[in-house]
């Protein structure tokens, strides 16, 4: 599993671990309201109880302790998931313990007042499955049954080392046996269902890891139906040679015309534009790889390889001329786009410093790509098309109109461009 993975499931582990927490701190100051309101309500009735030995201020004096030490150990965790560290198994085995302990000694203190049998019938036994219940949100068999064990353990303790001489006999065993062995049970139980929200928080931290890894590399605004193929298809991020369709698209006259308008004008204006644009580059099985101001780079053929990677170039390209067309009837801002396709192979991988990596595309293909775009400005025209590209549409491609051999930058010899309305 990757670095990422594992420090985000760690946080997650301590964010229920915190919740936990919290909840055993309302637990404590719960039973310490109660015990308030009670004595202030009816000062004798706690005496009745306890048979005149109530211990007051030391119950107060537990749960006191108690609560301190919950809020150590959420200020702990807090400190710990600033510092993305994780606590030690031992403290955790310690917390467990001390927590699980806290009704033992009320129990000790009540049979010492009230006597074992009536003290081991009354309520507090049954504060252990408090903590057996919130060890759930530790996500860990492993500390659920030792909460368990040290219920089961202690509560048969105190009843063996409690019990009246003259009275015991083989069926009260079995009764402290068993009531101590389906707390031990509980603990496992809750072991389980820890384990499985576990299993449940693993897969599906992995995958959102796994969709953030995707997104990072290809960028954010790729498709969710486009990162869950690639997620599926596992495709490679290495440097390798690929056949692809590359698109350049530009908004012509945008720079100007956006300085007699607002920012947020230009900003709603573009954004418009490039959410209709953008969805038809996903929906013909694109990427936008990245914007570049007012225009951007998409792929067809890499990262997902296509067989058809220049007809769906030209098919969104077409698609994207009419959708501008219906967009600007309706806008009192027209935009004109200008697009540039050549198919052909390119070096595609991840490009970047060891902290922060791309995917693209470099090579010569997505050079006459970029300088075919720019060439709608000489032509007058929004879509042109390379060689490769015409050749790649055969009969499809029979209102291709050629534009002769043209002198590009950067390129030696002239090159046959075509263009489509």
Partial sequence: M???FERAFMREVLRTELIRVKALIVTGCVLMLSLTAIYLTDPGVLDRLWHGGFGRGHVYAILILFILFELWSHASIRRNLKRDHDLHPA????????????????????????GSIAALGYAMPLIYFVFIILSTLRLDFRLSTFTGLVAAGELFLVAMYYRPAA????????YHATRSFIILACGV???AVGTQLRRQFAASIEAATARDRVTNLFGRHVSPQVVEQLMTEEASTAGEIRRVAVMFVDFRGFTAAARSRSPREVFERLNSA????VEIVDRHGGIVNKFLGDGFLALFGAPLEADDAALRAVAAGREMLAAMERINAQSNWPLRIGIGLNFGEAAA???????????????????????????????GSQLLI?????????????????????EVRGYERPVAVWQLG
Avoid: H
Avoid at 167 to 174: A, C, N, V
Avoid at 389 to 405: F, H, I, P
């Fill in 274 to 277: 490039f959410a209709i644009l």
């Fill in 2 to 4: 990757s670095a990422d």
């Fill in 91 to 114: 403290w955790r085995y310690i917390g467990a313990f001390v927590e699980t302990s806290i009704p033992t000694v009320i129990l000790v203190l009540q049979i010492q007042s009230m």
């Fill in 349 to 379: 991988g991840c490009i970047g410093s060891p902290r922060r990596k791309e995917y693209t595309v470099i090579g010569d293909t997505v050079n006459l790509a970029s300088r075919l775009e720019a060439l709608n400005k000489e032509f």
């Fill in 167 to 174: 009275d015991f006999d083989e069926p009260e065993l079995y």
């Fill in 386 to 406: 390379s060689e490769a590209v015409r050749e790649a549409l055969g009969q499809g491609g029979g209102d291709a109109v050629a534009r002769g051999e043209v």
């Fill in 189 to 191: 139980l809750a072991g």
